[in-house]
């Protein structure tokens, strides 16, 4: 003890000394004041204050600090985004396309992204999705968001799997964007724009969604972000710029998918529609731009909307007219501030214990602060927190199942929207835009002022500072404990094995094969290898038709002792039905096997001899069109491309090219052409000169 006094009595003597030795040393221009800390001598400052205040001056600090306040300082903010949703998202940046999140639904969820490799090895063929259960069309698939340009353009350059895992890191940058958005439309600080923003980007109901391992989820939340934060600058700033903006992004909010945060996304119309009313509480013409955004998004998703409303008659899913999956509506806005992962697993208040559905963590100081917000709020900002309040709360209300319940009575279906609960994200925008304009109320409050011990100049006048920078520990807390959240579901997992083990079931040519019911990580190995999978459970089905029999099915049922074992799926049983032929041509006296390759929309048939009717075990629907030896033949009626073949050698060719898709094309190239030519003209239009 007595040497540590010793040293520290030495060292404050030296320090001393140096400091009057620099005193003396150090002559400042008349110009410059001596900084003290505490009543003492600083040179080390005093020289900064010397120094740094002369190189600021001649590189213009005003210059700069405009910068910072505009694009600059935009991308700057921007950039912080992109870089807390990479963190965020690191676990999925490893990109060895066998590591999977750990979500049970991955293996299949990603089904449709092999589109845009047929597309890109195949072209045209891509159209007909020929890799499951028969068969179906590949355009008019709403639940995996494949057409979104972010799941496109992910996929060509990574990979299916490694495109989905971008895909989702993505989407957490572009929620981010929409919520930095939000907070610059209502005229929020840079630093309360900033925060909620990283909330937003770190918020559970995004990452949430990757528990059951899907992709399309958070995309879909992110575009409807994007969506709403569009609709509220049309509605705040009435031009037709922003009419084409949202006209945009609503047009890829229909893109990416399932349904849920489009649903709520509609939902918010009423309340953005009352922020174009006039201060005399009369309609503004700006309600005849969202009439025209409405029209053009149609147009743009025309590519993708017309294939559904035509396919989708066909389709079946399963539902439930109680809406099981809800929560009530008291005890929903807990979920806003619990992070325990065994709380979400569980029954208690309300829950199934499936987390993806019910997550919503964006803290303690998000939701008070909101409340600071909504309650103390300026006059002249009145309509905008009524209308983010409103539509918050119907969020979250029709998230409760409660008005879903007294409608599917009368529109039955209605029930096929079972988990209702996801649309509760789309409630965070408005509740996180009312935190950010509270925390510019506290920033902006008058608190008095806590002097710090340094002086400058010889007043030796006192710095100070708000004790409004306390807030820095709770707002910056809160996003530390929504990444340590978030990782619960940023979970990776090897999957190399499925990969090797599932080249037992490949075939010589295109006939089906099954893998364990339930056991979904077989499914993407399979699709990689090109394998044409059947009995796969996928949101939908085909309604009145059946899937193909299997030629080698893999199961863990028992199977009849005549039934061959021709191999094993790692501990399954692979089981063979040679009858099982993706193509025969049926005679009088039997059926003769056929061989088939090609891919998807293309399907090419060899038999060496025919005379009869060529069946091809792939689902039959409008678009389709045969040749016969170079022929063009009539297709039967039936499930299956069927066909009548002469006798001889038989050369038959299948092709896929719908009239449904050629429609949605031209409507989406029109849509973009008259887009472009809005631009033009409302750019040219507000670079004129004003009228006299």
């Known amino acids: 003890m007595e040497i540590f006094v010793a040293a520290l009595v030495g060292a404050a003597a030296l320090s001393l000394g140096l400091v009057r030795l620099l005193r003396a040393r150090i002559r400042l221009p008349g110009t410059f004041h001596q900084v003290t800390v505490f009543g003492v001598y600083s040179p080390v400052l005093t020289w900064v204050n010397m ?36 963190w965020i998202g690191r676990n999925l940046l490893n990109f060895d396309p066998h590591l999977w999140p750990v979500g049970r639904e991955f293996g ?68 981010g964007v929409g919520q930095w958005w939000i907070g610059k439309l209502i005229g929020l600080g840079r630093w309360s724009r900033l925060w909620t923003a990283l909330v937003a980007t770190s918020g559970a109901h995004l990452a949430g969604q990757v528990e059951l ?15 709403l934060a569009a ?44 922020l174009t009313l006039t201060p005399q509480n009369r309609s503004h013409t700006v309600w005849r731009e969202f009439v025209l955004a409405v029209v053009l998004a149609v147009l743009l998703a025309g590519i993708f909307l017309v294939p559904f409303v035509h396919f989708w008659p066909q389709a079946a899913k399963h539902t439930d007219p109680t809406f099981e999956g ?25 829950k199934t214990p499936y987390p993806y559905l019910y997550t919503l963590y964006v803290g303690w100081p998000a939701v008070i602060l909101a409340v600071v917000g909504l309650a103390h709020g300026k006059n002249k900002d009145r309509r905008v927190l009524l ?45 996180l835009a009312l935190s950010g304009y509270g925390l510019d109320l506290v920033l902006q409050h008058p608190w008095p002022r806590i002097r710090l011990g340094l002086g400058l100049g010889e007043t030796r ?48 040519g295109l006939e089906w094969v099954s893998v364990p019911f339930g056991e979904h990580y077989w499914v993407e190995p399979g699709l990689e290898l090109g394998l044409k999978m059947t009995r796969i459970a996928i949101p939908w089905w085909w309604e009145g038709r059946e899937a193909p029999l299997p030629l080698l099915e893999a199961t863990r049922e028992l199977r009849d002792a005549g039934v061959a074992v021709c191999c094993s799926l790692n501990d399954v049983p692979v089981y063979h039905y040679p009858a099982n032929e993706y193509a025969t041509i049926e005679t009088g006296s039997g059926f003769l096997p056929c061989t088939a390759h090609g891919s998807g929309a293309d399907i090419r048939v060899t038999c060496d001899s025919g005379g009869g009717r060529l069946l091809v075990r792939e689902n039959s629907w409008t678009g389709w069109s045969a040749e ?35 429609v949605g094309a031209l409507l989406t190239l029109t849509g973009i052409v008259l887009a472009l030519a809005l631009w033009i003209r409302a750019v040219r239009f507000s670079g004129a000169p004003p009228a006299a």
């Open 231 to 274: 609709a509220l600058d049309l509605a705040l700033n009435r031009s037709r710029k922003a009419a084409l903006r949202f006209a945009a992004l609503l047009a890829l909010a229909v893109l990416a998918g399932h349904g849920y945060s489009q649903i709520a996304l509609l939902a918010w119309a009423p309340w953005i529609l009352l």
């Open 51 to 86: 120094t740094q205040a002369r190189s600021f001056q001649k590189r213009g600090f005003a210059t700069i600090r405009a910068a910072l306040q505009g694009r600059l300082g935009d991308g700057l903010e921007l950039l912080a985004i992109g870089l807390w949703a990479l």
């Open 108 to 175: 299949f969820d990603i089904y449709a992204f092999h589109f845009w490799e047929q597309l890109r090895e195949c072209g045209l063929c891509s159209l007909w999705n020929g890799m499951l259960n028969g068969g179906f069309p590949s355009l008019g698939d709403p639940f995996t968001g494949h057409l979104h340009p972010l799941a496109a353009v992910a996929t060509l350059l990574a990979g299916v799997v490694n495109g989905a895992k971008i895909t989702v890191v993505a989407s957490l940058f572009l929620a």
């Open 461 to 508: 006048t006192a710095m100070s500072i708000s004790p409004a920078w306390i807030l820095v520990i709770p707002l910056v807390a809160s996003l530390r404990t929504a990444d340590q959240f978030d990782q619960n579901f940023m979970v990776t997992d090897d999957k190399a094995g499925a990969y090797e083990a599932i080249e037992v079931l490949e075939t010589p």
């Open 326 to 350: 809800s929560q009530p509506l008291e005890y929903m806005p807990l979920n806003l501030v619990v992070h325990d992962w065994e709380f979400f697993t569980s029954t208690v208040l309300g």
């Open 387 to 431: 209308s983010l309040a409103l539509g918050a709360l119907t969020i979250m209300w029709l998230a409760s199942g409660v008005p879903f319940r007294w409608v599917v009575g009368i529109f039955p279906g209605l029930a096929g929207v079972r988990h209702v609960a996801l649309i509760a994200g789309l409630a965070i925008p408005a509740l």
């Open 628 to 662: 016969v030896n170079g022929k063009k033949a009539a297709l039967e009626q039936g499930q299956w491309l069927s066909v009548r073949v002469p006798a001889g050698p038989v050369e038959a060719r299948f092709r896929y090219l719908p009239l449904d898709v050629l």
């Open 213 to 227: 391992g899907s992709v399309a989820d958070p995309m879909s939340a992110a575009a409807a972000i994007l969506a």
